[in-house]
T-cell receptor
Framework: SQQGEEDPQALSIQEGENATMNCSYKTSINNLQWYRQNSGRGLVHLILIRSNEREKHSGRLRVTLDTSKKSSSLLITASRAADTASYFCATDEGTTDSWGKLQFGAGTQVVVTP | EAGVAQSPRYKIIEKRQSVAFWCNPI?????LYWYQQILGQGPKLLIQFQNNGVVDDSQLPKDRFSAERLKGVDSTLKIQPAKLEDSAVYLC????????????????FGQGTRLTVV
């Protein structure tokens, strides 16, 4: 079963606009990660936010985490055509039993048009 | 540093045949994952190794799938016999070491093997 659920499933925006996607999960976590996947390629790690953090930035990316609501959001500012990809959240429960087990959601497909 | 290497990139087989995928993780990475990604879905964890030991294989269909990681480095994933529903991209990933050992679980993925079963 998948831990995370992304919302929306698909998002279409124009270059320069911001893109926001959300992730909800079910169990307690040690950290939550966001990955990008371009069509036909492997996943690329974007950013990791730990359970004791509420917000994190990396370049044009901003991630928030609300552990009380078991949810996270990823904001891409000033989007570019090259941001067209699928975005996945992945949770790591971080317990001795889970040993860094990463579970992915179904993803949000983002299309940025010039 | 070199990334995660997978081969082959593409494979087409008939149902009931067998197939094997190979993965070489990033040097020094203790944790290795195999994921199955069906078109339009997120990656589903099949098996996770810590060095050469299996940490989690709860979602591996053990009647037809098998995996090994000899010497704690390279890994192979085998399907025998294949079914039509096994058509997917098989992704290998590695990470340095888990949080429980003071590491980061940022995973590095290979390009994947696209399997088509006809």
């Amino acid at each position: 079963s998948q831990q995370g659920e992304e919302d929306p499933q698909a998002l279409s925006i124009q270059e320069g606009e911001n893109a926001t996607m959300n992730c909800s999960y079910k169990t307690s976590i040690n950290n939550l990660q966001w990955y990008r996947q371009n069509s036909g390629r492997g996943l690329v790690h974007l950013i990791l936010i730990r359970s004791n953090e509420r917000e994190k930035h990396s370049g044009r990316l901003r991630v928030t985490l609300d552990t009380s609501k078991k949810s996270s959001s990823l904001l891409i500012t000033a989007s570019r055509a090259a941001d067209t990809a699928s975005y996945f959240c992945a949770t790591d429960e971080g317990t001795t039993d889970s040993w860094g087990k990463l579970q992915f959601g179904a993803g949000t497909q983002v299309v940025v048009t010039p | 540093e070199a990334g995660v290497a997978q081969s082959p990139r593409y494979k087409i087989i008939e149902k009931r045949q067998s197939v094997a995928f190979w993965c070489n993780p990033i040097s020094g990475h203790a944790t290795l994952y195999w994921y199955q990604q069906i078109l339009g879905q997120g990656p589903k964890l099949l098996i996770q190794f810590q060095n050469n030991g299996v940490v989690d294989d709860s979602q591996l269909p053990k009647d037809r799938f098998s995996a090994e990681r000899l010497k704690g480095v390279d890994s192979t994933l085998k399907i025998q016999p294949a079914k039509l529903e096994d058509s997917a991209v098989y992704l290998c990933a590695s990470s340095l070491r888990p949080v429980s050992q003071g590491g980061s679980t940022e995973a590095f993925f290979g390009q994947g093997t696209r399997l088509t079963v006809v």
